[in-house]
């Protein structure tokens, strides 16, 4: 009985191409583009110097303005200051990507742990608007009903 190579390969290929479609650090990576717009009441606060936090490093931007960050499973700390305003804060949640739970099915406890460990299983809102003045702790979710990636601030 021959061993067909060329069906293995292909066999193992496909294996493989099957393990790692749930893998978060491979269909997202470890890094999020966010942007940041500070506000006071219903207006629009330019020009506020933020500066963003979370376990994975620290970030500067003028508000409205983007970065780069690293994401990860703890907050994401944003503190925004500006003369004449009070200043305004927000600890923002991460929330598990969809990719974690293919990952789960697919790559095992060892993918699992690379991307819980790297922050590429997490997620942040693209948009997070800071509110001078106040202290708040912003929630992202995918719940069913709500809709893509809902934010919901509160009092903290």
């Known amino acids: 009985m ?18 790692l479609s749930g893998c978060a650090s491979i269909t997202g990576g470890t890094q999020q583009s966010v942007s940041v717009e500070t506000r006071k009441d219903a207006v629009a606060v330019t020009g506020a110097e933020c500066e963003i936090t979370n376990a ?19 907050p994401l700390l944003i503190t925004c200051k500006k003369p004449d305003y009070e ?18 099915l697919f790559g095992g406890l060892i993918g699992v742990a690379i991307d819980h460990s790297s922050g590429a299983a ?32 509160k009092p903290s």
């Open 2 to 19: 021959a061993i067909n190579f060329r069906l293995v390969f292909i066999m193992l290929v496909s294996l493989a191409s099957l393990q």
């Open 56 to 74: 994975k490093g620290k970030w500067f931007i003028a508000s409205p303005g983007s970065t780069q960050i690293q994401r990860s499973h703890d």
């Open 87 to 104: 200043v305004g804060r927000a600890s923002v949640e991460s929330v598990a990507r969809a990719g974690m739970a293919g990952n789960f």
């Open 122 to 153: 997490y997620d942040y809102p693209n948009l997070i608007q800071v509110s001078m003045g106040q202290s708040n702790v912003i929630s992202y979710n995918y719940e069913k009903g709500a809709a893509p990636g809902s934010v919901t601030v």
